[in-house]
């Protein structure tokens, strides 16, 4: 549901006040880090990622306004098909981590650059178990391949990007097989664009995608790639 403004500050100032919501600032995401030194080339027309790394909200967000992406699903991966919906997982108990479901042209962006992303401006990968306000093993900053490349690149690249010390803390990033991805319900998907003024999305998703724009501007398109058909409105206003 959409909050008008005045809603949006009110419920902010509850929040805030009740110490719910941690504040994310595109300053504090400004920082542009190395490409990874192993990103073998992919022939393929097509290459699919799943990735986990706080509320899917804000990662299928960043990862729609993605130049050379195609589709991202919102989703849980992890657990077992009997227990991929919200309730059940928002229990804890499932295994399910809160995921994407990347679909991009390799011959436009690589793998590597989708992780250059995902560790710099998507996601903080030194939260173990959590992200911004969210807390819980759904929350987990964990990368699902389906190929070797895959997994060897993800873990060459957390190797090189820890021997460099850009981060304040470890790595704490999983890296597991894929074993299975389910689309999360139909409210989830693009909620973002749909939801723009919403307290949650405005501190903690969009200084992401601003974040993009402003390290990555070469990786960052305009016009976000939608799963679901979005008003002009809705679209534009993230321009």
């Known amino acids: 549901m959409k909050t008008t403004p005045i809603i949006a500050a009110l419920a902010l100032g509850l929040l805030m006040s009740a110490g719910l919501m941690s504040v994310s600032r595109a300053d504090d995401l400004d920082r542009a880090i190395p490409a990874p030194t192993v990103d073998p080339v992919n022939s393929d027309a097509s290459e699919t990622i799943v990735l986990a790394g706080g509320c899917f909200w804000g990662q299928q967000g ?50 590597g650059k989708i992780l250059q992303i995902y560790f710099s401006v998507a996601h903080d990968p030194t939260e173990l178990n959590f992200q911004g306000p969210d807390h819980g093993n759904s929350y987990r ?29 470890p790595i704490v990033t999983r890296i597991e097989p894929l074993k299975g991805f389910y689309a999360a319900e139909g409210y989830h998907q693009d909620y973002l664009f749909h939801n723009p003024q919403a307290p949650y999305i405005v501190y903690n998703d969009l200084p992401k995608i601003a974040a993009l ?8 398109r305009d016009r976000p790639v939608l799963l679901a058909s979005a008003t002009d409105h809705v679209a534009d206003g993230f321009r």
């Open 62 to 111: 960043v990862f729609e306004h993605v130049a050379g992406v195609t589709k991202v699903v919102a989703g849980y991966s992890g657990g077992l098909r009997e227990t991929a919906n919200y309730p059940m997982v928002t229990t804890e108990t499932t295994g399910h981590a809160e995921s994407v479901q990347i679909t991009f042209n390799p011959h436009q962006i690589s793998f």
């Open 141 to 169: 900053s964990e990368i699902f391949f389906s190929r070797p490349e895959q997994q060897a690149t993800a873990t060459a690249y957390i190797a090189q990007l820890q021997g460099a010390h850009l981060f304040s803390g």
């Open 213 to 220: 724009k402003k390290v990555y501007p070469q990786y960052f």
